[in-house]
T-cell receptor, first 113, second 114 residues
Framework: GENVEQHPSTLSVQEGDSAVIKCTYS??????FPWYKQELGKGPQLIID???NVGEKKDQRIAVTLNKTAKHFSLHITETQPEDSAVYFC????????????WGAGTKLIIKP | DVKVTQSSRYLVKRTGEKVFLECVQD?????MFWYRQDPGLGLRLIYF???????EKGDIPEGYSVSREKKERFSLILESASTNQTSMYLC?????????????FGPGTRLTVT
């Protein structure tokens, strides 16, 4: 069946360093790949997304790369700050609808001061 | 600002009880979702609705039903709660026509079934 694998499950980095979270997906028909951030006590919130016709997208300290051939995509956060501490989820669209997503298991990012 | 509200942040119910979780969005979104969030499993889709009175089963619909009588409201019903339904439940909404697939989430309801 369709699935999205996300690694690592926990990532601890020093403040100011970079963090990378990786996801692989199984459905070659997926063409939309968002990343969501979930802070404690809140619902997930979209931070960046990418569509299959683009290889890379950047928004300030956050970037996402997509390799459609290998069916994997990654989230890069540079110059990490304490407020980056959260759980991050990747997702991939289902074959028949970009409105429905298959979600990764989540990565808990810890920024050490 | 899009706002998705859920009726309760915490809920404790007994096995066998009928449980209603309510979700309301104020942005006139067509699509609404109910997810279940468990550690290590990410978000799993229970039901999806793309219009009033329309619904589609997600990946784990067993033991759940939904109701969407009004566009802004999407209810999740546990017909007979069981301990394996203890979880965090998240509601989300999105627009079909805004040119974006972004889903907006409520804060979640943590349900404990004893």
């Amino acid at each position: 069946g369709e699935n999205v694998e996300q690694h690592p499950s926990t990532l601890s980095v020093q403040e100011g360093d970079s963090a990378v979270i990786k996801c692989t997906y199984s459905d070659s028909a997926s063409n939309y790949f968002p990343w969501y951030k979930q802070e404690l006590g809140k619902g997930p919130q979209l931070i960046i997304d990418i569509r299959s016709n683009v290889g890379e997208k950047k928004d300030q300290r956050i970037a996402v790369t997509l390799n459609k051939t290998a069916k994997h995509f990654s989230l890069h956060i540079t110059e990490t700050q304490p407020e980056d501490s959260a759980v991050y989820f990747c997702a991939a669209s289902r074959e028949y609808s970009n409105y429905q997503l298959i979600w990764g298991a989540g990565t808990k990012l810890i920024i050490k001061p | 600002d899009v706002k998705v509200t859920q009726s309760s942040r915490y809920l404790v119910k007994r096995t066998g009880e009928k449980v209603f979780l309510e979700c309301v969005q104020d942005m006139d979104h067509e699509n609404m979702f109910w997810y279940r969030q468990d550690p290590g499993l990410g978000l799993r889709l229970i039901y999806f609705s793309y219009d009033v009175k329309m619904k589609e089963k997600g990946d784990i619909p067993e033991g759940y039903s939904v109701s969407r009588e009004k566009k802004e409201r999407f209810s999740l019903i546990l017909e007979s709660a069981s301990t394996n339904q203890t979880s965090m439940y998240l509601c989300a909404s999105s627009s079909t026509f805004a040119g974006t697939y972004e889903q907006y989430f409520g804060p979640g309801t943590r349900l404990t079934v004893t």
